[in-house]
């Protein structure tokens, strides 16, 4: 069997590398989603110079397509022998067209495909939501003037080691008002272990900050040449502005930063009905579609 293990902060120096020169679209492919949200995705492993993800649950073994670079077959071979010998049924997570396509050619006729419409990701040119040019998000250009015109004294502050108590603070008043549930406290654990190894996992982030208090903040990590990865935004939502003004001023801190990037992953909805209403609004400019694979003569 494979030599899987439960991810740790250190793990980003073997892992960041091999998941940057892939240049893959989707979050799944990010060390801080991997290690964040262990909880849901399950252990990491190299396997024939890509990397993997393990989740084992009510007799299944789901993987996370391979990532990295040259041949994947002998990867997809060695996830899928792994499997047979736990004496349990093999799926592949993360599957995205091209890949389909891919295990279609590989494979001809072995895999079923079932979308996974909660793990789509939403992605957005860096410039759709630095500017908000367009007809399309004249609503949030309003909110953000709102914002503006009703706190004045507002300002943003970058995340530091030495300020991160000050987000802390606020994203346990947040958790306050809203109902826990299971999804809630698998958040709040990723969120905690990106506090906690804030610098370690090479975060960024930024606080909106009125009358001394925090009042929303995000938090994000590069993927790789082109993408990046909006892990986490928190904001009151009786602000009426909050959301539209962190969201716009993070992107445009990011852009500075990170010059090449070309788009922003704001990772999928969850199925929670708000978050997906609130994504949408945004109007992505993809989409990106996800398969669960399963193997046909395993049915």
């Not at 367009?134 to 004294?153: I, M, V, W």
């Amino acid at each position: 069997m494979l030599n899987f293990h439960a991810p740790s902060a250190k793990d980003y120096e073997w892992i960041h590398p091999i998941l940057y020169r892939a240049g893959l679209p989707g979050a799944d492919y990010t060390f801080q989603s991997m290690y964040f949200w262990e909880c849901y995705y399950g252990e990491v492993a190299e396997v024939c110079g890509h990397v993997t993800q393990r989740l084992s649950q009510d007799g299944v073994s789901t993987y996370l397509y391979p990532a990295g670079n040259g041949d994947v077959r002998p990867a997809l071979e060695e996830i899928m022998q792994d499997a047979k010998q736990r004496g349990e049924k093999f799926c592949l997570r993360g599957v995205t067209d091209d890949r389909k396509a891919l295990l279609e050619t590989l494979y001809p006729g072995k895999f079923t495909f079932t979308a996974y419409r909660d793990s789509y990701d939403y992605i957005y040119t860096v410039e759709e939501l630095t500017e908000l040019h367009g007809k399309k998000l004249q609503a949030k250009r309003n909110h953000c003037n709102r914002f503006e015109q009703d706190h004045p004294d507002a300002r943003t502050e970058v995340i530091t080691p030495e300020n991160l108590a000050l987000c802390r603070e606020m994203v346990k008043k947040w958790y306050e008002v809203h109902e826990r549930n299971e999804q809630i406290e698998q958040e709040k654990t990723a969120i905690s272990r990106a506090f906690d190894h804030f610098e370690a996992v090479h975060m960024d982030g930024l606080m909106l900050i009125d009358n001394g208090e925090v009042i929303a903040f995000s938090m994000g990590a590069r993927m790789n040449e082109q993408y990046y990865d909006v892990c986490f935004e928190k904001a009151y939502s009786a602000i009426n502005g909050a959301y539209a003004m962190i969201n716009r001023e993070f992107s445009r801190m990011i852009a500075e930063k990170y010059p090449a990037l070309e788009y922003l992953n704001r990772e999928d909805d969850m199925g929670e009905p708000g978050l997906r209403k609130a994504k949408e609004s945004y109007q992505p400019t993809l989409l990106l579609a996800k398969y669960n694979a399963t193997l046909r003569e395993e049915e």
